[in-house]
């Protein structure tokens, strides 16, 4: 972490621990507002419907437009549990909506 603040550099994190199975949730955890509070930085929200096309345990890939969607910063509070409800619901709704988006597209 001093090494991002030191070098001004961005840092992706999966807030919720790691990236989750289309149609399944992972718990979010704090750490996304600690690290976003250390560093005096916004958090900017990512949607995307990757794991229709390229799941996480398979190397089939399937064809379809894949969709990485950055939405409007977010300034963490000081209250970690509001900020991490918050990003996830912002997150969450969008993803569902390109991965209805996605297969609805597919043939």
């Not at 199975?21 to 600690?34: A, C, D, I, P, S």
């Not at 950055?70 to 991490?84: E, I, K, R, S, W």
């Not at 569902?96 to 597209?105: H, N």
Request: charged share 30%; with cysteine.
């Amino acid at each position: 972490m001093e090494r991002l603040a030191r070098e001004g550099r961005a840092a992706l994190i999966f807030p919720e621990g790691g990236i989750a199975e289309v149609g399944t949730r992972l718990r979010y955890r704090k750490g996304v507002h600690k690290l976003a509070r250390a560093l005096d930085r916004e958090v900017i929200p990512v949607a995307t419907n990757l794991g229709c096309f390229w799941p996480r345990k398979d190397w089939t890939l399937t064809p379809g437009k894949a969709v990485v969607e950055f939405m409007a910063p977010m300034t963490p509070g000081y209250d970690a549990v509001a900020f991490v409800k918050q990003l996830e619901d912002v997150i969450e709704t969008r993803t569902c909506a390109l991965e209805a988006e996605a297969r609805r597209s597919r043939p």
